[in-house]
C-alpha cells in the first residue's frame, strides 16, 4: 500500500510519552540518518547511546531538551520526548520537518 504520510503520532492512552514513528523506513541504516538529521539541523548532541542485536535505544539533547530515538527491527525507528509532559514543541517541528523532507520519498508499507 502507497501512503504519502511520512509520520504517524502515536498518543498511548496510559500516560506514556508520544511517540513519533516514521512509516516506511524502517530499516536500522536509516536510524543513522536521522541521527545525522538531528546533529545538523538541530545541533543535537549524543547523550547515551545503547545498540544491540536488533534495537538501538539513543538520547539526544537540543534546545535543552532530551529526547529518545528508538530503532526495533520489528517496529522500525521512532522518536519521542522527555519531557514530563510526554510530548514538546521541539518534537511537533522535527516531525513537520521531516514529513516535509521526506514527503516525495517513495516508500510502501
Known sequence: MMSNKVIHRNV?????????????????E???SLVS???KYYDAEIT???DGISTRSWQLRS???YF???????IGNWFYSCEPSGDSQLMSEIAS??????KDTPYEY
Not at 498511548?12 to 536500522?28: F, N
Not at 529518545?68 to 520489528?74: C, I, N, R, T, V
Open 12 to 28: 498511548p492512552s496510559d500516560g506514556k510519552p508520544v511517540e513519533y514513528h516514521i512509516l516506511g523506513l524502517e530499516d536500522s
Open 30 to 32: 536509516f536510524f543513522d
Open 37 to 39: 538529521f538531528f546533529k
Open 48 to 50: 547515551t547511546n545503547t
Open 63 to 65: 534546545r535543552g531538551e
Open 68 to 74: 529518545m530515538l528508538e530503532h526495533h527491527e520489528d
Open 97 to 102: 520537518d521531516l514529513e516535509e523532507r521526506l
